[in-house]
């Protein structure tokens, strides 16, 4: 079935260090991919979106691009700050007509001063 | 802040008994869904809504679960027996008719003592 796997577990940077989180897909139909990012006791956000092959897709400071030959969705920032310091989800909408987002297992990206 | 209004944010229930989350959609949103956030983080999905029909529910969901969205009410969700593994951050997400990008409340935590 469709699934995500995502860079698992704790990512600890330090701040101005690029950031890079790796996510990959399965699924045998085109759909949208997506980036969430979720602050401690605060509701989950849209950070991308994308369902275009090879177009970069940027939002506050981060990027990623949607390549469909190697199934991958990679979040990107070229310098880390304290504030990205959060619970990131790479997520896939499901191409049936459930309308639900397949997600990830998350990855805690923890950026030290 | 989030336009997803989910209450209440926190219920402390023993086991066995009924825990009940309600949750407004962002306004123009049909489509609302509810995930379960457990103590790794991991998102499950629960059920979905298109207006007042049920688009999807996984087995847990319909055993043991009771999930509404009337039309002019605040949708809910409610465990008719709580068990201690139902201890998590129940979110609640709306999105448009066209649209598959979810927006998220901030959550109901339940403790389940």
């Known amino acids: 079935g469709d699934s995500v796997t995502q860079t698992e577990g704790l990512v600890t940077l330090t701040e101005g260090l690029p950031v890079m989180l790796n996510c990959t897909y399965q699924t045998a139909y085109s759909t949208f991919l997506f980036w969430y990012v979720q602050h401690l006791n605060e509701a989950p956000k849209l950070l991308l979106k994308s369902s275009t092959d090879n177009k970069r897709t940027e939002h506050q400071g981060f990027h990623a691009t949607l390549h469909k030959s190697s199934s991958s969705f990679h979040l990107q920032k070229s310098s880390a700050q304290l504030s990205d310091s959060a619970l990131y989800y790479c997520?896939?909408?499901?191409?049936?007509?459930?309308?639900?987002?397949?997600f990830g297992l998350g990855t805690t990206l923890q950026v030290q001063p | 802040n989030s336009k997803v209004i989910q209450t209440p944010r926190y219920l402390v229930k023993g086991q066995g008994q009924k825990a009940k989350m309600r949750c407004i959609p962002e306004k123009g949103h049909p489509v609302v869904f509810w995930y379960q956030q457990n103590k790794n983080n991991e998102f499950k999905f629960l059920i979905n809504f298109q207006n007042q029909e049920v688009l999807q529910q996984i087995d847990m969901t319909e055993k043991r679960f009771s999930a509404e969205c009337p039309s002019n009410s605040p949708c809910s969700l409610e465990i008719q027996s709580s068990e201690a593994g139902d201890s998590a951050l129940y979110l609640c997400?709306?999105?448009?008719?066209?649209?598959?990008?979810?927006?998220f409340g901030e959550g109901s935590r339940l403790i389940v003592v």
């Open positions: 997520a896939l909408s499901d191409p049936g007509n459930t309308r639900k987002l397949i």
């Open positions: 997400a709306s999105s448009r008719n066209s649209g598959n990008t979810l927006y």
